[in-house]
């Protein structure tokens, strides 16, 4: 099965964000905000490992309504429970979602590898910068492959901007968020026991 990540040189591209100021990595973006009114659903997110705690995303279904449904669909069906953070890069990204091979019992080699058992999806790219806590559709280096995986930014990373399919923005959590456990190397892949998505809810 294709990979499914932020592909090619976007990830040394994004360690460049790590010489960003410690007020970029603090802030969110006044566009990127959610918007007054947002009466979408919200993804629950109990996270357990080195980080314990909750995140609460703003599923943004006025920019990615197919994309939105599909993580509500897995959520709701419960594939997301017990997937691991499998690709974390400091000052970058933390990623997540392969239901397919992403489970702390699978082999960590195929961890981030997999989708899920539905279709791909076509891409709903938008105007929206990638901005701290933004969450963005992982996909391979075909625009309309997104799946499953998804991942949650530390960090502004404007090099990203419509180039992937932008479907939630925090709302809380962000100090379990930074807590999440780094990968190594240049592609921030997770050695030993990473953190995870024990549960994943949908709220209404």
């Given at each position: 099965?294709?990979?499914?990540?932020?592909?090619g040189g976007?990830?040394?591209?994004?360690?460049?964000?790590?010489?960003a100021?410690?007020?970029?990595?603090?802030?969110?973006?006044?566009d990127?905000?959610?918007?007054?009114?947002?009466?979408?659903?919200?993804?629950?997110i109990?996270?357990a490992?080195?980080?314990?705690?909750?995140?609460?995303?703003?599923?943004?279904?006025?920019?990615?309504?197919?994309?939105?449904?599909?993580?509500?669909?897995?959520?709701?069906?419960g594939?997301y429970?017990?997937?691991?953070?499998?690709?974390?890069?400091?000052?970058?990204?933390?990623?997540?979602?392969d239901?397919?091979?992403?489970?702390?019992?699978?082999d960590?080699?195929r961890?981030?590898t997999?989708g899920?058992?539905?279709?791909?999806?076509?891409?709903e790219?938008s105007?929206q910068?990638?901005?701290r806590?933004?969450?963005g559709?992982?996909?391979?280096?075909?625009?309309?492959?997104?799946?499953?995986?998804?991942?949650?930014?530390?960090?502004?990373?404007?090099?990203?901007?419509g180039?992937?399919?932008?479907?939630?923005?925090?709302?809380?959590?962000?100090d379990?968020?930074?807590?999440?456990?780094?990968?190594?190397?240049g592609n921030?892949?997770?050695?030993?026991?990473?953190?995870?998505?024990?549960?994943?809810?949908?709220?209404?």
């Amino acid at each position: 099965m294709r990979d499914k990540l932020i592909f090619g040189g976007l990830f040394a591209l994004g360690l460049g964000i790590l010489g960003a100021s410690w007020l970029n990595l603090m802030s969110v973006n006044a566009d990127t905000a959610v918007p007054e009114g947002h009466s979408g659903p919200v993804m629950v997110i109990e996270v357990a490992g080195e980080a314990t705690g909750e995140i609460r995303i703003a599923l943004r279904d006025d920019l990615a309504p197919q994309h939105v449904e599909r993580i509500v669909t897995l959520a709701e069906r419960g594939d997301y429970d017990g997937v691991v953070f499998h690709r974390v890069i400091d000052g970058f990204m933390a990623q997540t979602g392969d239901v397919a091979n992403g489970t702390e019992s699978g082999d960590p080699r195929r961890w981030g590898t997999g989708g899920s058992d539905l279709p791909d999806l076509p891409a709903e790219f938008s105007t929206q910068s990638f901005e701290r806590g933004v969450v963005g559709m992982a996909r391979s280096q075909n625009p309309n492959s997104a799946n499953s995986q998804f991942f949650i930014m530390f960090a502004p990373a404007p090099h990203l901007d419509g180039q992937y399919t932008v479907v939630g923005q925090m709302l809380e959590g962000y100090d379990v968020l930074d807590a999440i456990k780094r990968g190594t190397g240049g592609n921030g892949a997770v050695v030993g026991a990473p953190d995870r998505m024990a549960r994943v809810t949908i709220a209404r």
